[in-house]
């Protein structure tokens, strides 16, 4: 006699909804709304969710972080499953997703984000981050760089989601720092993908160092310089956050760089003895030494002028430019 086949296990609304970073409002308003609800259901009113269920909700996820409007992606997902949707839903099965249109006046673009005016198709990264949804965050970060570069991609759409990110955490009691922590660790390992796929520079040409100052801990926007330089081949070194000052003396002078970024993010760490200290370090062989420029970058600095052989760029384009420029514009045009 043959044993009997185990049964799928299912899980409940709660279980799927915490696996899918969404409320179970929600699924249980997509059931009612589009037929998202399970294929087969069992006895009772409680419903239980199938791996084949899940996956159709998946779908529904992943359509909806990017912009797609509910019913429209209820309708694609459910066609892909070999699914109907409940008539009258608005539903269309196989419907080709189309972006989401502008919010309506009050109401939050990413989920409650105080987003302001990113761009509409990019949504999906503040949706996707407050679903603690890490592989989503990996496929948009991914798409934004390589549709827009990584300038585009930081300045318009990862900066302010980090940003929003930031105003509701410090708005709301400390609730959603796992959402900063999430967004924060794909950002940077985005980045740094960016740097490891980057061509390299000339091997005889002095790399950029880059290191946040003493006690500085936020060190993302200086990853993306770092990325924005890789993409131009131009070489760099990076030693991150809270680098003690003796460290980053004992590195300038090791390293001989024809730049040094300095990034500090509030009054408290920027340092202008440490600066000007940096900017008077001087390398090479007797009777032709050089030093370096030093930039100040983020924040912290304010907007004072800049003291002897430093400069304060106000934005990652303008850092970007001033660094091409002084360590040979042309280098990434020579490796490409």
């Not at 892909?80 to 839903?89: E, L, Y």
């Not at 006046?105 to 509409?120: S, T």
């Not at 981050?129 to 990862?158: F, K, M, S, Y």
């Not at 330089?229 to 030693?239: D, G, I, N, T, V």
Request: charged share 20%; hydrophobic share 40%; aromatic share 4%.
């Amino acid at each position: 006699m043959s044993s009997p086949t185990p049964r799928t296990p299912r899980l409940t609304t709660g279980a799927v909804a915490r696996r899918l970073g969404i409320s179970p409002t929600t699924l249980r308003s997509w059931d009612r709304r589009y037929g998202m609800g399970p294929a087969v259901r069992d006895g009772g009113r409680h419903r239980r969710w199938s791996v084949e269920d899940i996956a159709v909700l998946e779908d529904m996820c992943r359509l909806t972080t990017a912009g797609v409007p509910p019913s429209e992606a209820a309708g694609v997902a459910l066609s892909r499953a070999h699914r109907s949707p409940v008539p009258g839903t608005g539903a269309v099965p196989g419907a080709e997703p189309q972006p989401a249109p502008g919010p309506a006046p009050g109401h939050g673009p990413g989920g409650g984000l105080p987003l302001g005016a990113v761009r509409q198709e990019f949504r999906g990264l503040a949706r996707a981050a407050l679903r603690l949804n890490g592989p989503a965050l990996d496929e948009l970060l991914a798409v934004l760089v390589d549709e827009h570069g990584l300038v585009t991609a930081w300045e318009e759409v990862i900066a302010p989601t980090l940003h929003a990110v930031g105003r509701k955490w410090e708005s709301s009691g400390d609730r959603y720092v796992e959402v900063e922590h999430l967004l924060s660790w794909h950002v940077s390992t985005a980045l740094r993908t960016v740097v490891g796929n980057a061509p390299p520079g000339p091997r005889d040409a002095a790399p950029v160092l880059m290191a946040c100052v003493p006690g500085e801990q936020h060190s993302l926007p200086l990853e993306a310089l770092a990325a924005a330089l890789a993409e131009r081949a131009l070489p760099l070194r990076m030693l991150g956050a809270a680098v003690p000052a003796e460290a980053l003396a004992a590195s300038v002078r090791r390293t001989g760089p024809c730049a040094v970024v300095l990034w500090s993010q509030s009054r408290h760490t920027a340092d202008g003895t440490l600066a000007r200290q940096v900017a008077g370090t001087a390398f090479g062989v007797r009777g032709a030494r050089t030093h370096p420029l030093v930039a100040l970058a983020g924040p912290g600095w304010g907007n004072g002028a800049p003291g002897p052989g430093t400069v304060r760029p106000t934005g990652l384009r303008e850092a970007l430019d001033v660094l091409a420029r002084h360590c040979g514009a042309g280098a990434g045009a020579a490796a490409s």
